[in-house]
Structures are given as C-alpha cells and as structure tokens.
C-alpha cells in the first residue's frame, strides 16, 4: 500500500440503497475521499441518494440527465429487460457521465455498489464487464462489494486500493451486506426493489405508447404518465383523467399551459382532464363526456364542461357516457 492512500479521490454511483451506502463506507474506511454521484430523471428521483448522503456524512453530486438519458432511451444497443428498462445501457450511461466528472475534478477512480449476480440480467459478470467496456472508462471501475470474486483492478494492483479489505459477496441473498449495514451502524435502509419506474409494467406501458405516438413531448409529459387514467382514443388522440384529488393536483402541476387544455365540469365536483391542445373538438368532446361519466353524472345527462385552453377559457354542452364503453382505450 502506498504512503499517500489518503490522497486517494474516488467518486462512486449512489442510488442511496443499502449497496450503494456499503460501498462508499468500505472505501471512506481504508481512507480514501470518497464522493457520491447521482444522476436524476423522470423515471428515477435523486431523493434515497440525497437522503443516504444525509446518513453517512459522504458528500453528494446530483446532475438533472433527462435529455441524454433519453437519447440511449429510445434505442439501447443491449434493448430492454422485462418492460422499458435499459439497465445495462443505463449502467454504462452512467459511468461514462460520473467518469467525465472523474476526470474534470481529480478523482482517481469510479466504484459502484454493483454485486456480482444479485441480479441474473443486469448485475451477472458479463453484465458487468459490458457496463464498464460500454462507458469508456475500463479499468477504472470499482465493485468494492464483489471485488474478491471480480478480476483484479488497476487501483488495486497500484496500491490506491487494498484488495484484502474489499469484499466478495455474490448472489442474491443479502445476509452479509445486512450483517455489514449493523456493523457500520445503518439501521434505517431503503429495501432493494423499485426506485426505477422504467420497470413498472403500466408505467412504461404507457411510456411505449408515447414514443410510439410520433409526437414531439417534454420532461413534463414524462411526469404526467405517473398518475391518471390514461386512454387512447380510436381516433389516436390522448385523454389524461384525474382518479383522485392527488391526481388532479399532479395533472394541473405537470401540464403545459402552452401545449395542453385543461378540462372540468361547471360548477360540480370532477375529475381533472387534460387533452393536447391540438386535439380535434371530438377529442375534447369525448374528455368532457368522460369527465361526467367518472364525476358520476347519469349517462345521457347534459352537463357543461369548462375548457381552458391557450386561447382562453370557454364552455360546452356535452352528454355524459358510460366511462366502461372506453375501457379497451385505457393504456
């Protein structure tokens, strides 16, 4: 081990899950200055990072990705796992980026919280070893957990790094890395599961509709597929209905008063409804009725509906319908 260990600047991926914390304390432990990057879309939030940053002491830096993140989105070279999640493109993504602030700020090297074979597709040997080819920094990639049962890495062989300090879990049980969070004084984790909405099978249903719509969107329709009901109409038009307040209020924050109308029921308590502001006056027509149909309005009632669009505020009369007949619209 060399004199200067404690010169050693390593800056790791943080998730703010349980591996991620390990990973960074196992480092901190030997001496190195260990800092923690996060990257934050709409389909993943920076939050447990922030809060594990908030825990352990370990500085963090977040950076908003959403616009390169979804150029590798669209078309990962590996394709996707079960739903719309890219996570070995995703992996790599991420190293390249944290790699490019490696070398901008002075750190050494990279690590991750990564366990050999916790997870059979995205964290298997193979898997690791693509993420760190496919992010252009190979050889500078750290598993601190997995290292004992990883090839031996440069920091290691150069003495940035004591190999015999380092781990070597593998698997999917997570006994030993609960044994080290006690030992390291964690006893307040997030669990291992979600976090990523990319592997939510509704939300990227939905996701997959709107890449395959061909029309242009923004960050904020990212964030409106999370909550509502969500149709497409034979006509191949959208509707976004509230099913709860909370609902509501999400769609009214994420809409763009620029790009979307904004429907509701005159003087009686409704859904939210949001429709393209381009969308033909059926579109609006078929929101309305629906907007009575989920208020519980009786089928055939005539109702008006308030409509506020970039052009201004207007009112229709429309008949309420049965919201079941619209059933196989709903994505």
């Not at 991620?20 to 030997?30: D, N, P």
């Not at 709107?210 to 999370?226: A, I, T």
């Not at 939210?272 to 969308?279: N, P, R, S």
Request: charged residues 25%; neutral net charge; glycine residues 10%.
């Amino acid at each position: 081990m060399t004199d200067n260990k404690t010169n050693v600047r390593a800056i790791g991926l943080c998730s703010g899950g349980l591996d991620s914390m390990l990973a960074g304390l196992v480092l901190k432990e030997q001496g190195i200055d260990v800092t923690w990057i996060c990257f934050e879309t709409p389909f993943f939030p920076a939050d447990k990072a922030r809060l594990a940053s908030k825990m352990t002491g370990i500085p963090l830096i977040v950076r908003e990705i959403t616009d390169t993140y979804l150029e590798m989105l669209t078309d990962p070279p590996c394709g996707y796992g079960k739903h719309m999640n890219p996570c070995r493109d995703c992996h790599a993504l991420m190293f390249r980026l944290a790699g490019e602030v490696m070398e901008q700020e002075g750190f050494d090297f990279l690590f991750s919280g990564e366990v050999a074979g916790q997870r059979p597709l995205s964290q298997n040997k193979q898997a690791l070893r693509y993420v760190e080819k496919r992010s252009g920094f190979d050889g500078k990639v750290l598993r601190p957990l997995s290292a004992k049962v990883l090839p031996e890495t440069d920091m290691e062989t150069q003495g940035l790094v004591d190999r015999e300090r380092l781990l070597g879990i593998q698997g999917r049980s997570r006994k030993e890395q609960m044994a080290l969070a006690e030992a390291y004084g964690l006893t307040e984790y997030p669990s291992p599961a979600g976090g990523c909405l990319l592997t939510d099978k509704k939300y990227s249903d939905r996701l997959r509709d709107l890449f395959g719509s061909g029309k242009p969107y923004e960050s904020s329709d990212l964030h409106l597929l999370k909550q509502g009901r969500h149709l497409r109409l034979p006509n191949g038009e959208k509707v976004i209905i509230g099913r709860t307040k909370g609902d509501n209020r999400w769609i009214i924050k994420y809409h763009d008063a620029a790009r979307h109308c904004l429907l509701d029921l005159k003087g009686k308590g409704s859904p939210t409804v949001l429709v393209d502001a381009d969308a033909t006056d059926e579109t609006i027509a078929i929101g309305a009725a629906l907007c009575a149909g989920y208020a519980k309005v009786p089928v055939g009632e005539v109702v008006e509906a308030v409509i506020q669009e970039p052009a201004g505020r207007r009112v229709i009369s429309v008949a309420s319908v049965d919201p079941a007949d619209y059933r196989e619209c709903i994505i």
